[in-house]
C-alpha cells in the first residue's frame, strides 16, 4: 500500500523559510510526477508546485522565485524549499502521488 508522509510544517515569521518533505512508500516513485499543494483557510486547495521524473519543474506565479522543489529518488522523497514566507502563504500543505494525497502539515506564517 503506498502512503505519503509529510513533514516540516511550523510557524515561522514573514521573511522566514520552512523545508516541507514528502516520503513515498512503495515502488516506482522515480517514474511519477510528485506534486505540493496547499488550501488556505476557507479557500480552495490549489496546486503550489510540481516536478516531473525528468526534474522538469513547474509553480505557482504566487510562489516563482520563492519556493523550490526537488526530489531524490534514491529516498523516495521530494521537497519543498519554501523561502521568504509571507502570510498568504499560510495553508495546509499537501503531498501528491496520484490518486493519492498526504495528510497535510501545517504552515502559519504571522508575526
Known amino acids: 500500500q503506498v502512503q505519503l508522509v509529510e513533514s516540516g510544517g511550523g510557524l515561522v515569521q514573514p521573511g522566514g523559510s520552512l523545508r516541507l518533505s514528502c516520503v513515498v512508500s512503495g515502488r516506482i516513485f522515480s517514474l511519477v510526477t510528485m506534486s505540493w499543494y496547499r488550501q488556505p483557510p476557507g479557500q480552495e486547495r490549489e496546486l503550489v508546485a510540481s516536478i516531473a521524473p525528468s526534474g522538469t519543474t513547474n509553480y505557482a506565479d504566487s510562489v516563482k522565485g520563492r519556493f523550490t522543489i526537488s526530489r531524490d529518488n534514491a529516498k523516495n522523497a521530494v521537497y519543498l524549499q519554501m523561502d521568504n514566507l509571507k502570510p498568504e502563504d499560510t495553508a495546509v500543505y499537501y503531498c501528491?502521488?496520484?490518486?493519492?494525497w498526504g495528510q497535510g502539515t501545517q504552515v502559519t506564517v504571522s508575526s
Open positions: 501528491r502521488r496520484p490518486p493519492l
